[in-house]
């Protein structure tokens, strides 16, 4: 069965500083992967999707940026993170466009 | 673009059964999820439609007319692990990412 793992849970990191969090599925190949963001009492908003390796679209301007160096693998970054980075960031997979996306755990990011 | 409406919040008792409606307003239909989220969890899939129509999963089912742009969840025999934001997203058929409501947030009491 497929399994997907994000980390790290949960982070606390100053304004200005990088970030890294790092998502991968197993039990399946050339996923659809994404990274989603979820504010307090808001909907899911899509950042990142990637249908391949190095292939990644970007859907909202913004200072993070979405890397994908192995199939299976998706990380999400910043040079230098901004308070309204602050949120509750989920990775998610796919097996193809028409099937249903399914979410890692989360990282919750909170920015000081 | 998507524009996905639902209720803010519900409140029904245990046993009981509730209906969340979803409407939405889309320049291309290609299916609707429903997605249960538990606070501070993350979201896990419950059903998908994409025809007209009624599909059930033991307790849960889901309702989809695209003429009217229109969903429901049902939710029967309720019990309070229900107590849950029940998301409604659909997805676009240009380029099949999913749009998502803001959530329903469903609270089961004794």
């Known amino acids: 069965s497929q399994t997907i793992h994000q980390w790290p849970a949960t982070l606390v990191q100053p304004v200005g500083s990088p970030l890294s969090l790092e998502c991968t599925v197993e039990?399946?190949?050339?996923?659809?992967l994404y990274w989603y963001r979820q504010a307090a009492g808001r909907g899911l908003q899509l950042l990142f999707y990637?249908?391949?390796?190095?292939?990644i679209s970007s859907e909202v301007p913004q200072n993070l940026s979405a890397s994908r160096p192995q199939d299976r693998q998706f990380i999400l970054s910043s040079k230098k993170l901004l308070l309204s980075d602050s949120g509750f960031y989920l990775c998610a997979w796919s097996s193809g466009n028409e099937q249903p996306q399914h979410f890692g755990d989360g990282t919750r990011l909170s920015i000081l | 673009g998507q524009n996905i409406d639902q209720p803010t919040e519900m409140t029904a008792t245990e046993g009981a059964i509730v209906q969340i409606n979803c409407t939405y307003q889309t320049s291309g239909f290609n299916g609707l999820f429903w997605y249960q989220q538990h606070a501070g969890e993350a979201p896990t899939f419950l059903s998908y439609n994409v025809l007209d129509g009624l599909e059930e999963k033991g307790r849960f089912s889901s309702f989809l007319s695209r003429s009217k742009g229109y969903s429901y969840l049902l939710l029967k025999e309720l019990q309070m692990k229900d107590s849950a934001s029940y998301l409604c997203?659909?997805?676009?058929?240009?380029?099949?990412?999913?749009?998502f409501g803001a959530g329903t947030t469903v609270t089961v009491r004794a």
């Open positions: 990637s249908v391949g390796i190095g292939q």
């Open positions: 997203a659909v997805r676009d058929r240009a380029d099949y990412k999913l749009s």
């Open positions: 039990g399946t190949s050339n996923p659809n």
